[in-house]
T-cell receptor, first 110, second 116 residues
Framework: DAKTTQPNSMESNEEEPVHLPCNHS???????IHWYRQLPSQGPEYVIH???SNVNNRMASLAIAEDRKSSTLILHRATLRDAAVYYC???????????FGQGTTLQVKP | NAGVTQTPKFQVLKTGQSMTLQCAQD?????MSWYRQDPGMGLRLIHY???????DQGEVPNGYNVSRSTTEDFPLRLLSAAPSQTSVYFC???????????????FGSGTRLTVV
């Protein structure tokens, strides 16, 4: 299964944009890029996913590099409630498996 | 509310006991899976199912059995609990294997299992 690489931790100030990077150099053509976040003592929560084009939803934006070897999750205006572990995951296009890595712990400072 | 329901929320077992963790979804999702999360770690895939009657192994399947007799339910069975199985267990579902439709996975709130 293709792996992703994320920084262990990042910090942000409240009300500022946050760019969370992810490298996935071994991505295959049918793998979708997924982002989830997990707040303390809760189950993961879906944030966004995409294949090739940039994607926007009410929670975030996903910017995908043209060669698909990297992507960036963009939180447009961080709030204290956005402090969580953010996971970048490649979902296998054939089996549908979602294999988690270690994720990035985002701290948001007031 | 529509979603993934896991029961029980907490469980303590003695070594060697068996039990079943229940998972049910009411969203008509075809794809379901079980994960475990050890303290300070990411989630690891135990078993998954792409539809009723079909199951397959994930990253860490040893010590666990699953079945999928209906679209709605995907129970996880521990046949002989061991302390190494102390963990938080999450069930998740998605509309289909294909991401062209649907909005990713929906996760349950988890079952905290302690084996003593």
């Amino acid at each position: 299964d293709a792996k992703t690489t994320q920084p262990n931790s990042m910090e942000s100030n409240e009300e500022e944009p946050v760019h969370l990077p992810c490298n996935h150099s071994t991505i295959s053509g049918t793998d979708y890029i997924h982002w989830y976040r997990q707040l303390p003592s809760q189950g993961p929560e879906y944030v966004i996913h995409g294949l090739t084009s940039n994607v926007n939803n009410r929670m975030a934006s996903l910017a995908i590099a043209e060669d698909r070897k990297s992507s960036t999750l963009i939180l447009h205006r961080a709030t204290l409630r956005d402090a969580a572990v953010y996971y970048c995951i490649l979902r296998r296009g054939d089996t549908g498996k979602l294999i988690f890595g270690q994720g990035t712990t985002l701290q948001v400072k007031p | 509310n529509a979603g993934v329901t896991q029961t029980p929320k907490f469980q303590v077992l003695k070594t060697g006991q068996s039990m079943t963790l229940q998972c049910a979804q009411d969203m008509n999702h075809e794809y379901m899976s079980w994960y475990r999360q050890d303290p300070g770690m990411g989630l690891r895939l135990i078993h998954y199912s792409v539809g009723a009657g079909i199951t397959d192994q994930g990253e860490v399947p040893n010590g666990y059995n699953v079945s999928r007799s209906t679209t709605e339910d995907f129970p996880l069975r521990l046949l002989s609990a061991a302390p190494s199985q102390t963990s938080v267990y999450f069930c998740a579902s998605s509309y289909s294997t294909s991401d062209a439709q649907g909005d990713g996975y929906t996760f349950g709130s988890g079952t905290r299992l302690t084996v003593v």
